[in-house]
Every structure is written in structure tokens, then in C-alpha cells.
């Protein structure tokens, strides 16, 4: 018998699971586009459209953000780190 034990997670790991990832997102986002542009949304569902568009644009910016900071820390380290001075 084995014990399989769950891990505890945090509520921020669990958002994070049930988010769509940036592909998904910019997908879905694109999809609402391409309905309004061709205007085969009908007028009543024009609002929850935007309303989702918009969330999903909010998701893509913060996904692109989280990923500058990290892109930016990582280049920060290796500049930083004493392999980069030792070659010199």
C-alpha cells in the first residue's frame, strides 16, 4: 500500500493552475476579436465578449510582466555571478 500524501499548495499555485497560459489566452483573445470584427456576436452577448476580452488582455499583460521581471533577474544573476568575472 503506498501513501501518497498531497502536497499542500497555496491558494496563488491553485489560481495559477486554473489560469489559461498565455498562448490559450492570446488564442481565446484573438477568437473574441475575430467574432466582433466579423460581427457574428450578436448585440446581447456583445458586453460579456468584451467584458471576457478584457480580462483575458489583463491576463496577458500580467503574464508578459511576471516574465520580464523574471527574464531581468535572470540576466541580473549571471551578470553578477563570479563566472562572468573570471573570464576577464
Same mark, same amino acid.
Given at each position: ?27 481565446? $483573445?484573438?477568437?473574441? $476579436? ?8 450578436? $448585440? ?45
Amino acid at each position: 500500500m503506498t501513501d501518497q500524501t498531497e502536497l499542500p499548495t497555496s491558494p496563488a499555485s491553485e489560481a495559477a493552475a486554473d489560469e489559461p497560459t498565455f498562448s490559450e489566452a492570446l488564442e481565446a $483573445l484573438e477568437g473574441i $476579436l475575430e467574432r466582433i470584427e466579423g460581427e457574428e456576436i450578436d $448585440l446581447d452577448e456583445l458586453a460579456t465578449e468584451l467584458r471576457e476580452g478584457a480580462q483575458l488582455l489583463d491576463l496577458c499583460r500580467a503574464k508578459i510582466r511576471r516574465a520580464e521581471v523574471e527574464v531581468s533577474q535572470i540576466v541580473q544573476s549571471l551578470d553578477e555571478s563570479p563566472e562572468a568575472d573570471d573570464e576577464d
